[in-house]
T-cell receptor
Framework: EAGVAQSPRYKIIEKRQSVAFWCNPISGHATLYWYQQILGQGPKLLIQFQNNGVVDDSQLPKDRFSAERLKGVDSTLKIQPAKLEDSAVYLC??????????????FGPGTRLTVT | DAKTTQPNSMESNEEEPVHLPCNHSTISGTDYIHWYRQLPSQGPEYVIHGLTSNVNNRMASLAIAEDRKSSTLILHRATLRDAAVYYCILLQGGSEKLVFGKGTKLTVNP
């Protein structure tokens, strides 16, 4: 079974530029998550999708971050404009909706963003 | 979100058992105890979870105190590949929202 795919793996941009990250979840997983992980800290949930709809985006800085999940499969997370404090690893995860193992999230390798 | 407390770091020798503690004194009756780990340069991966009874799977064992205010993740025979940050997370029944703390960084010495 293929895992969660993310691209790019690394990205370096200057502050005030924009950047986008892409995520392809495990086939059949209805729930998709984006996390931000700053160096030395645990991941922090930014947004959760269930199929096309947003379940939780309470910690997404909506003035600069946006995310979409068209057709309930792939997702894109965008930052515009980027700030220095956005330097972090952005992790995508997915899980089944319902069922005995809906609690288990499968994470991708992440995209390491450096803002200079 | 209920809070957990873990040591910042622990060290072990290869092929020896490792006991990773987690305190969760404010746990509620419907909170499940989940463990994830994050290997270097990778995303977190699920390890094990439990509610009241001790649990075993191919990766680890989870021992839960009788009052549920603490738990211990047990790696029966540590390998170099087990070097990772281990996160103890409380998840309310039916919830999917993982709230990660800083976890315990496990170093395994050859």
């Amino acid at each position: 079974e293929a895992g969660v795919a993310q691209s790019p793996r690394y990205k370096i941009i200057e502050k005030r530029q924009s950047v986008a990250f892409w995520c392809n979840p495990i086939s059949g997983h209805a729930t998709l998550y984006w996390y931000q992980q700053i160096l030395g800290q645990g991941p922090k949930l930014l947004i959760q999708f269930q199929n096309n709809g947003v379940v939780d985006d309470s910690q997404l800085p909506k003035d600069r971050f946006s995310a979409e999940r068209l057709k309930g499969v792939d997702s894109t997370l965008k930052i515009q404009p980027a700030k220095l404090e956005d330097s972090a690893v952005y992790l995508c995860a997915s899980s089944f909706l319902g069922g005995a193992r809906s609690y288990e999230q499968y994470f991708g390798p992440g995209t390491r963003l450096t803002v200079t | 979100d209920a809070k957990t407390t873990q040591p910042n770091s622990m060290e072990s020798n290869e092929e020896e058992p490792v006991h990773l503690p987690c305190n969760h004194s404010t746990i509620s009756g419907t909170d499940y105890i989940h463990w994830y780990r994050q290997l270097p340069s990778q995303g977190p991966e699920y390890v094990i979870h439990g509610l009241t009874s001790n649990v075993n799977n191919r990766m680890a064992s989870l021992a839960i105190a009788e009052d549920r205010k603490s738990s211990t993740l047990i790696l029966h025979r540590a390998t170099l590949r087990d070097a990772a940050v281990y996160y103890c997370i409380l998840l309310q029944g039916g919830s999917e929202k993982l709230v990660f703390g800083k976890g315990t960084k496990l170093t395994v010495n050859p």
